[in-house]
């Protein structure tokens, strides 16, 4: 993406505005923090918007701009950075929920960058110094080197096989252990490059632009968050390791959607075999700071609390456990890299790296195999039997759709699990980026009506995790919320939500997210935010606030009360742009049920439309899981690829 001179200026003077320059820090600017920015766009495939942003830098630096923010006819570029800052906060506080989605795209985008990048030439960002934070570990020494063999297609190529798996992640991954495990010749294809424990630093900036899915990076209207893996493992290499099994209420639940399996023994042996193979267990759960702070809240209320089942070998917990979210360097977490697709690789399966794929070949009415592209620019063809899409619940459908499959439920039931925040400042030093990323959990307010209801959590605190849901209300503000990083700790409020969104298909073939908030939800949202306070307050937090793009904060037993607190939750409001959520749990979108009037795929996970076209990923869940999914898509992965290796056979 090329800004002319007016455009780029515009960028660096909202990056500025966003950042603190003061106390001897350097401004954005100096950080390079618009060059990220304009980066992390041009890794957007969505031209309609970098068409859009590109209009905006250009219309920024007017007087109508600022008459409208509220600043009189003076440019942007003239004015103070008090008036700079009214602007901003004139969207942030918009009617319009459009105005409200670009202040936070532009919020998150410039704060992220500015406090995740590495300072001039790799060094460290001041900021770091500044707030106390550690920053990256560096690679580890003696890191052993990659186990796994990938190919990198450096011409025009074509293959043939017997199944072809698009997406490695956890779905994918799975199969692909399974599949080729019975002597079926195995391709996975990954858009994502290969990473593993030599590469793994615990840098953010380093992290989230190889590891993490680049766009979209939020549904449309910036309402929530979106976070998922692309690299090769996809979300099992940056996941938190909590390994919840489907608990037997959402087992019925899905079976009552027309897939009887769910309740069957042969998914409860898929269930056994997946935390067997991940070494699932609630021995590496030594409770971070952040822990603590959860479980002294909630003994002290009378609460449920408990340990998180994690799937780990010889987790190192303490520091090193803190990064991995960033990449565990220390090889204990049991991503699929390190289980199903190491099975997969030995048993021969192919495992193409940094390759899209565009479309499924389909030949009277059955799947036959895959054309894709790889970075470089080079074609990819793969002839299979059969074709597995696991390439998550926002691009799966994407994909069904330019392949051609015209089911209605293609895209519709999308559950994001959306998670918002509240955060406690404490008088003690708890340094919350350390520790197991998740050791504890509540589940006090799991049945909140029939059946949905919500999860407390915490994970570790680095600033690319603080900063998407921290308020900003002036860049001194938020220096201030910042500088009490190390002192500040969250209780994440998960919901189960009842009633999802969508994935829409542009005309240029790429996904856009659209999700609102229902009132039966931003209900349940409500409840726990109250919930969290009473959590922090119990655990002694001397400052609660809440992840509200207006400023909601108390100070228990000084200043406030939470009955105020939450009269002034309800005041901000739940929808588009006035609280900051967050999906880390992207799910069904090409739902499997019991006809094609009400679901994407059969009961075995075939896609009604196309014979021989599996959609084994988090799409596939009839209804939100409740729970952290990945050991919920591992065991349909499993068990509906031992049911296809028996059809296909050797």
């Not at 899209?356 to 793969?382: K, M, N, P, W």
């Not at 049945?447 to 900063?467: I, N, R, S, W």
Request: aromatic fraction near 8%.
């Amino acid at each position: 993406m090329e800004l002319s001179p007016r455009q780029r200026q515009a960028l660096e003077e909202i990056c500025d505005t966003f950042c603190p320059s003061e106390e001897g820090l350097p401004t954005a600017r100096e950080l390079g923090v618009a060059d990220a920015v304009i980066a992390a766009v041009d890794a957007n495939p969505r031209e309609p918007e970098r068409r859009q942003l590109m209009a905006l830098l250009s219309g920024w630096d007017t007087p109508a701009l600022g008459a409208a923010g509220g600043a009189g006819w003076a440019r942007f570029s003239a004015m103070s950075r008090e008036q700079r800052e009214r602007v901003l906060l004139s969207w942030a506080d918009s009617r319009l929920a459009q105005r409200r989605a670009v202040f936070q795209a532009l919020r998150k985008a410039a704060l992220l960058f500015y406090y995740a990048l590495p300072g001039r030439y790799g060094g460290r960002n001041p900021a770091w110094d500044a707030i106390g934070y550690n920053g990256p570990l560096g690679k580890l020494p003696g890191a052993p080197p990659k186990a796994l063999t990938v190919t990198r297609v450096d011409r025009d190529s074509g293959l043939h096989c017997d199944v072809v798996i698009v997406g490695s992640g956890a779905g994918g991954g799975a199969a692909a252990g399974i599949l080729a495990g019975a002597g079926l010749d195995v391709v996975v294809i990954e858009s994502g490059d290969y990473y593993d424990d030599q590469d793994f630093d615990g840098g953010e900036y380093q992290a989230f632009s190889r590891l993490y899915m680049g766009a979209p990076t939020a549904t449309h209207d910036q309402s929530v968050g979106l976070i998922a893996g692309t690299c090769l493992g996809g979300g099992t290499v940056v996941n938190y390791s909590t390994s919840f099994r489907t608990p037997d209420e959402i087992r019925a639940e899905w079976a009552g959607q027309g897939v009887s399996a769910f309740t069957s023994d042969d998914y409860t042996a898929s269930l056994d075999a997946v935390c067997e193979r991940l070494g699932v267990n609630q021995e590496h759960n030594e409770p971070s700071t952040r822990d603590r702070k959860l479980q002294e809240g909630c003994v002290k209320l009378g609460w449920h609390v408990d340990a998180m089942p994690r799937g780990v070998r010889n987790c190192a917990q303490g520091k090193e456990c803190g990064y991995c979210g960033l990449g565990c360097r220390v090889g204990a977490k049991q991503s699929v890299v390190k289980t199903w697709l190491a099975d997969a690789h030995q048993a021969g399966a192919r495992l193409i790296v940094r390759t899209r794929v565009q479309r499924v070949l389909v030949e009277s009415g059955a799947a036959r195999g895959i054309v894709g592209r790889t970075a470089d620019g080079h074609s990819v063809t793969v002839h299979s039997r059969a074709v597995i899409a696991a390439c998550g619940a926002i691009h799966t459908p994407a994909l069904l759709r330019r392949s051609g499959l015209a089911n209605e439920n293609i895209g519709k039931h999308l559950r994001l699990h959306p998670a918002g925040a509240v955060f406690g400042v404490f008088d003690e030093e708890l340094k919350p980026w350390e520790g197991v990323m998740q050791a504890l959990y509540s589940d006090q307010y799991r049945d909140l009506h029939d059946g949905y209801g919500l999860k407390f959590e915490t994970a570790a605190q680095h600033p690319h995790l603080f900063v998407p849901f921290g308020p900003w209300r002036g860049s001194r503000e938020h220096f201030r919320l910042v500088e009490a990083l190390s002192s500040t700790t969250p209780i994440g409020v998960l919901l189960r939500d009842r009633d999802g969104g969508e994935i829409r298909v542009g005309r240029d073939g790429e996904p856009v997210v659209r999700y609102k908030l229902s009132e039966f939800d931003a209900g349940h949202l409500r409840t726990g935010i109250d919930g969290a306070a009473q959590i922090l307050e119990a655990a002694g937090a001397r400052r609660i606030f809440s992840s509200h793009a207006k400023w909601v904060a108390y100070q228990p037993g000084r200043s406030g009360s939470r009955e105020q607190f939450m009269a002034d939750a309800d005041g901000a409001g739940y929808g588009s742009g006035h609280v900051s959520l967050s999906s880390f749990h992207i799910m069904g979108s090409a739902r499997m049920g019991g006809s094609p009037a009400m679901s994407a795929c059969d009961p075995t996970a075939q896609t009604w439309d196309v014979r021989d076209l599996y959609v084994l990923d988090g799409s596939a869940f009839p209804t939100a899981s409740g729970v952290n999914p990945q050991i919920s898509i591992q065991a349909i992965a499993h068990m509906s690829a031992r049911a296809l290796a028996a059809r296909l056979g050797p």
